[in-house]
T-cell receptor
Framework: GAVVSQHPSRVICKSGTSVKIECRSL??????MFWYRQFPKQSLMLMAT?????????EQGVEKDKFLINHASLTLSTLTVTSAHPEDSSFYIC?????????????FGPGTRLTVL | QQQVKQSPQSLIVQKGGISIINCAYE??????FPWYQQFPGKGPALLIA?????SEKKEGRFTISFNKSAKQFSLHIMDSQPGDSATYFC???????????FGQGTRLTINP
């Protein structure tokens, strides 16, 4: 399968600081990537769709000024959590779709554990 | 109508047994149904997927059964092993679409 990487794998920061998470598709190009948030023992919650060359599309209830997304190239999307607070602590996962015939197979990164003190 | 309902929420199976996880959907436009396996602290990994032109797909010990009329699909893990202990998510999407709609997840524990 295709490979999607994330960096860093875990980060601990103080309240009020900003944290940047990178998502890379290593062996295929992705004009679209997705960012998810996952709380313990819960399903994946889609936060936003990252679009190369254009603005991200945010799901209802997600603060776009809080979670800044930049899709800098066909293989890189970044999520910046601005002025992080303890309630932003979570597991953040990105994914990238790769076309297989007429369907898109979704490949996920390994996730980033964010802890805000 | 965009929901995918998954059950059970948790499942305990003895080693060597069959694990069965079920999902149901409402949107008849869905035509791609993948299953993902997630270990603690890791991202989900694509396990197996089915399209509605077939009623069953098997890959090794993993089988998806699909019932189009009932709008249900299920994952069967044969000869379940302790290494299969993980959370499993079903999902659905449409041809050409990139977004997935996920089920709530099933936490599977295989007892040795």
């Amino acid at each position: 399968g295709a490979v999607v990487s994330q960096h860093p794998s875990r980060v601990i920061c103080k309240s009020g600081t900003s944290v940047k998470i990178e998502c890379r598709s290593l062996d295929f190009q992705a004009t679209t990537m997705f960012w998810y948030r996952q709380f313990p023992k819960q399903s994946l919650m889609l936060m936003a769709t990252s679009n190369e060359g254009s603005k991200a599309t945010y799901e209802q209830g997600v603060e776009k000024d809080k979670f800044l997304i930049n899709h800098a190239s066909l293989t890189l999307s970044t999520l910046t959590v601005t002025s992080a607070h303890p309630e932003d602590s979570s597991f953040y996962i990105c994914s990238a779709p790769r076309l297989a015939g007429t369907y898109n197979e979704q490949f996920f990164g390994p996730g980033t554990r964010l802890t805000v003190l | 109508q965009q929901q995918v309902k998954q059950s059970p929420q948790s499942l305990i199976v003895q080693k060597g047994g069959i694990s069965i996880i079920n999902c149901a959907y409402e949107n008849t436009a869905f035509d791609y149904f993948p299953w993902y396996q997630q270990f603690p602290g890791k991202g989900p990994a694509l396990l197996i997927a089915i399209r509605p032109d077939v009623s069953e797909k098997k890959e090794g010990r993993f089988t998806i059964s699909f019932n189009k009329s009932a709008k249900q699909f299920s994952l069967h893990i044969m000869d379940s092993q302790p290494g299969d202990s993980a959370t499993y998510f079903c999902a659905a999407s449409m041809q050409g679409a990139q977004k997935l709609v996920f089920g709530q997840g099933t936490r599977l524990t295989i007892n040795p």
